[in-house]
């Protein structure tokens, strides 16, 4: 039982139960503004009945598409605690992905920190799969050390010969990736 | 010269290693670099730019802009310059004259798209609509590029938006957009998604609602495409706001059958159905269906369609929704509002929810599902349903303690959850102290059994029972509020310390022992509390509240200051960001935002926090810093309050708080409510002002105490003078106006929740005495200015010759001798209550004095009443010197005065034996006169003497 519609600035006002999440990230208003100028409808939020703000998802789409690499991306997403274990995170995927197959996307791909495995197997469940590690894609906060992600993508129906998520076998530099 | 094309532009090679240090951050070399540069090629204008930004970066902001001024007379044309330019006003935040120069690029280069663009979006970042409109056509016509005519149609809708008189927007702004986005379409130009959007917004905003419907449905709708169900939503939208109930009741029904999960549906469903009951509206018999499908028109067919639902995902293997059971309890509660009996065909409340517990209870959103619905429970079932439950949670045998214990975490959640829904129920309040301590036992076994399942959580990861801790948390607060008996705060505390200690990165836990330690007037653990919130950006506005409400109220200057900055610094960035993206909104089309990122900015400049830290900051720095390191008048000179000036949006102030950050399961009748939310605004409001008025007082009495002396002064100070204090009149009527207001609101004694908001520090100022001496102390300011004007005023009207002689003739003005009694009389009676400030004085002064020697400290500063006392007794002689100055003047001149010289004219009438007894009059008055000067120079200087005794 969720109210799914586009993320608004209003919204930022409201995502304190997401975001206080260690793993969450709250970035600056410009970050969240160049989404949605950019690309609002890969910015969704779920609302519960009582206007508690559930989860949201928040991604873009990039790359050439005459190399094959236009693609759907998930920048963040994120589900308070007490919205977790509903399937939301994987309703929220799915609808970026639907999004990503629409604009022609050949693949969506995401970043996830490598320690944190509860996500790691989510995105596996839900048909994603390791392309390669980047070293040290995260940098050091809270005196916690600079940390690796797995940059983890799932062919969409346009990569008829999933080419695109044949994996790299060789850790790269997150100044490699583009 | 055929590859021309391909050589480097020399001045680029030349410019990059300016370009690499600022990058760099290398400013100064930056600045050598282009000195260098500058000296072979003296009209390298860009160098001089990038100069000026190196001069900027540096805190060199005057030589920065009049080295960019030279260039910008130039009105350069070349990129570089340009654009170097354009970041440099940029950085100095003044965004107007990117336009200046643009309109200056395209006048020269007229059929440049990169400049007219470039004046495009320099219009945009600073509002200038009706010139955007220009621009965007200029660049239409040079270009014909669709973006550019629709930037030009979205800044008409703008002025239509941003128009103070609503009639100009629907009558001229909006049908001008209308018509041009028309003009495409019967010229089948439109090729964007974001075109159709445009013209739906226009038609939208313009209400034609039924031409905005026709656009959605017919081919143009066929663009939106980007967003999911981008149609359906606009329709929806649309047919709400015309109120087609029939359209709007089948489109849910039909998206319901898709997604029976989706929550906005169940109320568009509902809402229409009854609509229509309400109506009586029937299907038509003949002619046209509605184009959305089947229309449900009774109760009975909403009861079956939500039962379906239900049945569905009964069938259902794994992961049934939520959505179908919720919207049966949502149709129940709409149904009894009706005071409709059809509610029974969907069953007894208890028993649905009981079922949803069955099915949803292992879910930690389970509570929040059901509490929305509790009042659907009688108060006698409360107890009854909350056995029910119990009955549906596997807990073990129990052990010694009386205490069964759940499995497995999906056990430990149900019950977990029973013990929020009784907390929910009111079930938990009603123990007694005895029943409550009880109750924090249970729940602290649970807690500790429960930590096990979590043995291998992560320390990012929440342990599975620390809700079990929270709550344990909340009935310990519970009874320290109820019996004011301190250890079971100290209990709590310990309580989520512990907690806190096996989950460490669980923000409700830090939320709760912050608030807590400041209620204890604690701040020191707070700040590492809250630095571990990891609160960035957007949450200063929305929970810097909990930090700035306690750290200065608790003595913790430094950190009070510290967190103002925090929360200034993101406030001062939002103008500048928000703009950026203004502009990328216009170049990616996202014409919906544009409107949504203005008012975003409006709504954090006008933030009440902003307003609040804005000037507690000040205050903080006169509280710390004034007449220690800089005098109170350089200190508010350095700050650049202007007492005049209000810059705090009084009338549109928006309380960006987040007043539920803390979870809480209390009763509905202990929650947070609207009336609750208004009633804090409005005392925030209150105490905000109180300081606001403090700081524009201070500043005011500042630039008032370092005035020149107002006697030896021309006329234009004079004015001056007085224009000061009349602010300081002014403000320090409205301070007595707030704080009447001030005393009104804390006789209401508003109580917040516990989780809610913190009450301001209104109440405490009040009852200290803090504010009405604080307010006598600036109505004593200018008080004394006031004394000081006026007896300058009295003395001013006595001067003049009381005796003259003028054209040969004499001239008395006795009224002069009047005024000079009265001045007299006024000087006694200051002296007096100058000499009662004395008595109450000196002994403060000398038991100050005592300790000054106990302590040996001698940089101890007398306080400001002694030196205002001494300043005051220094000006009233300086005033009674003035009045003997003037009478010893008058009565040398009066002497002077030879009557004797006087002819007076004989002949006229007067017979020179007449003019004899004239003479001898005036003679008395002249020696009366001077009797009189004599008489009162004497009583002056006796009081003049007893100045003297005024030192304290």
């Not at chain 1, 759907?72 to 609808?95: I, N, Q, Y």
């Not at chain 2, 400013?27 to 282009?34: E, F, R, V």
Request: proline share 4%; hydrophobic share 40%.
């Amino acid at each position: 039982m969720t109210t799914l519609r586009a993320f608004t600035c209003d919204d930022l006002f409201k995502f304190n139960n997401i975001n206080l999440d260690p793993l969450t990230e709250t970035y600056g208003i410009p970050f969240y503004l160049q989404y949605l100028a950019h690309w609002p409808e890969f910015f969704i939020v779920a609302e519960a009945p009582g206007g508690e703000l559930m989860g949201y998802i928040m991604g873009k789409a990039e790359g050439s598409v005459a190399r094959e690499e236009w693609h759907g991306h998930v920048t963040a997403l994120s589900v308070a605690p007490e919205f977790r274990r509903l399937g939301l995170a994987a309703k929220l995927m799915e609808m970026l992905e639907e999004i990503s197959e629409r604009k022609g996307g050949f693949f969506v791909d995401l970043f996830v920190r490598v320690s944190n495995q509860v996500a790691v197997n989510m995105y596996k469940q839900l048909g994603y799969s390791v392309y390669r590690t980047v070293i040290e894609y995260y940098s050091a906060s809270n005196g916690e050390p600079d940390e690796d992600a797995y940059d983890m993508r799932k062919a969409l129906s346009s990569d008829t010969e999933k080419k695109s998520i044949v994996p790299i076998p060789h850790p790269v530099r997150p100044e490699d990736i583009e | 010269m055929a590859a021309r094309g391909h050589v480097q532009d020399p001045n680029d090679r030349r410019l990059r290693p300016i370009y690499d240090y600022l990058d760099n951050g290398n400013n100064k070399m930056a600045i050598q670099q282009a000195d260098k540069l500058l000296k072979k090629h003296k009209d390298l204008h860009c160098a001089k730019v990038l100069k000026a930004i190196g001069l900027q970066r540096t805190g060199k902001q005057d030589e920065a802009f009049s080295l960019a001024q030279e260039v910008a007379t130039l009105e350069p044309t070349d990129d570089n310059s340009l654009q170097a330019l354009t970041i440099l006003y940029r950085e100095m935040h003044h965004p107007e004259l990117v336009t200046k120069l643009y309109e200056a690029a395209v006048k020269k280069v007229p059929l440049s798209e990169e400049y007219h663009s470039h004046l495009f979006m320099a219009y945009a970042r600073v509002g200038e609509y009706k010139k955007m409109q220009q621009a965007g056509m200029a660049l239409y016509k040079i270009v014909p590029k669709n973006p550019y005519y629709f930037w030009s149609v979205m800044s008409l809708v703008m002025q239509a938006i941003s128009a103070q008189d609503e009639k100009l927007a629907q009558t001229m702004f909006l049908p001008l957009a209308e018509r041009m986005v028309e003009k495409m379409v019967k010229e089948e130009k439109i090729e964007a998604e974001a075109e159709v959007q445009l013209y739906f917004m226009i038609l939208e905003r313009l209400g034609k609602c039924v031409e905005a419907l026709d656009v959605v449905r017919g081919p143009l709708g066929e663009k939106l495409t980007s967003e999911l169900r981008s149609r359906e939503n606009k329709c929806m939208m649309m047919y709400q706001r015309l109120q087609l109930w029939p359209e709007c009741n089948a489109l849910s029904y039909k998206l319901l059958l898709k997604n029976p999960d989706d929550w906005q549906f169940y109320l568009s469903y509902f809402d229409s159905l009854f609509h229509l009951m309400d109506k009586s509206w029937s299907q038509p018999e003949e002619g046209e269906h509605c184009v959305e499908g089947p229309v449900q028109t009774t109760v009975a067919e909403a009861v079956k369609f939500v039962v379906d639902r239900m049945e569905e995902q009964d069938k259902k293997e794994s992961r049934p929704l939520r959505g179908p059971y919720l919207a049966c309890l949502e149709l129940i509660h709409r149904l009894r509002q009706r005071g409709c009996p059809d509610e029974k065909e969907l069953g007894d409340p208890l028993e649905l929810m009981v079922q949803f517990f069955g099915k949803f209870g292992d879910k930690p959103c389970c509570i929040t599902d059901l509490k929305i619905y509790l009042h659907l429970l009688p108060p006698e079932q409360r107890s009854q349903f909350k056995n029910r439950l119990g009955e549906l949670v596997p807990l073990g045998e129990a052990g010694e303690d009386g205490f069964g214990f759940p499995g497995d975490t999906k056990a430990l959640q149900r019950h977990l959850c029973v013990c929020q829904l009784s907390r929910a129920l009111g079930l938990q309040h009603a123990l007694d102290t005895e029943g409550k301590l009880r109750l924090i036992t249970e729940l602290k076994a649970h807690y500790h059994h429960g930590l096990q399942f979590g043995k291998s959580c992560l320390k990012t990861e929440l342990q599975f029972s620390d809700m079990y801790c929270l709550m344990a948390a909340h009935v310990y607060i519970d009874l320290w509020t109820e019996t004011g008996d301190e250890n079971m705060l100290w209990q709590c505390l310990g309580m989520l310390e512990e907690g806190l200690s096996f989950s460490p990165s669980n923000a409700q836990f830090k939320l709760l022992l912050l608030l807590l330690f400041c209620r204890l007037g604690a701040f020191q653990p707070v700040v590492d509390l809250y630095s571990s919130l990891d609160a960035k950006h957007v949450q200063h506005d929305t929970i810097g509240y909990l930090l700035t409400r306690y750290a200065g109220s608790l003595g913790q200057f430094a950190a009070a200051s510290q967190s103002c900055n925090f929360s200034l610094r993101f406030f001062h960035s939002n103008q500048k960001d928000t703009s950026e993206y203004i502009i990328q909104a216009y170049k990616y089309g996202a014409f919906e935002k544009i409107p949504e990122f203005i008012a975003f900015r409006t709504r954090l400049n006008q933030s009440l926090h902003f307003a609040q830290v804005r000037t507690e900051r000040m205050l903080l720095d006169l509280y710390t810093e004034a007449d220690v390191t800089l005098s109170l008048e350089e200190s508010v000179k350095a700050m650049g309050v202007c007492p005049e000036e209000d810059d705090i949006p009084w009338d549109n102030m928006r309380d960006n708080r987040d007043l539920t950050v803390l979870v809480s399961w209390d009763p509905k009748d202990r929650e947070l409510t609207e009336e609750h939310r208004r009633l804090s605004l409005e005392e925030e409001s209150v105490w905000l002002k109180v300081r606001a008025l403090t700081l524009r007082l201070l500043a005011s009495l500042a630039l008032l105490g370092h005035a020149p002396s107002p006697w030896n002064s021309d006329k234009t100070n004079e004015n001056g003078i007085s224009a000061k204090s009349s602010t300081l009149q002014t403000l320090l009527s409205q301070l007595d106006q707030t704080l009447e207001t001030a005393a009104q609101i804390t006789e209401k004694h508003t109580q917040y929740p516990f989780l809610g908001p913190p009450s301001s520090r209104l109440a405490s100022a009040l009852s200290s005495g803090s504010c009405h001496c604080q307010a006598s102390a600036l109505q004593l300011s200018l008080t004394l200015r006031e004394l000081e004007t006026t007896g300058l005023e009295m003395l001013s009207r006595c001067k003049g010759e009381v005796l003259e002689m003028k054209d040969g003739r004499l001239k008395t003005q006795p009224s002069l001798l009047e005024t000079l009694v009265f001045f007299v009389e006024t000087v006694c009676v200051v002296l007096w209550v100058a000499s009662y400030s004395a008595n109450v004085l000196r002994p403060l002064k000398s038991s100050l004095q005592k300790k000054k020697k106990k302590k040996k400290d001698s940089s101890t500063a007398m306080p400001v009443v002694m030196c205002g006392f001494q300043e005051w007794t220094g000006s009233l002689h300086g005033v009674v010197t003035q009045a003997l100055d003037h009478v010893k003047g008058q009565e040398a001149s009066l002497t002077a005065l030879k009557l004797a010289a006087l002819t007076l004219e004989e002949g006229y009438s007067q017979t020179q034996e007449e003019c004899g007894f004239t003479r001898a009059a005036m003679d008395k008055v002249q020696t009366s006169y001077l009797g009189s000067l004599q008489e009162m120079g004497d009583l002056l200087r006796k009081r003049a003497d007893s100045l003297k005794s005024l030192k304290i």
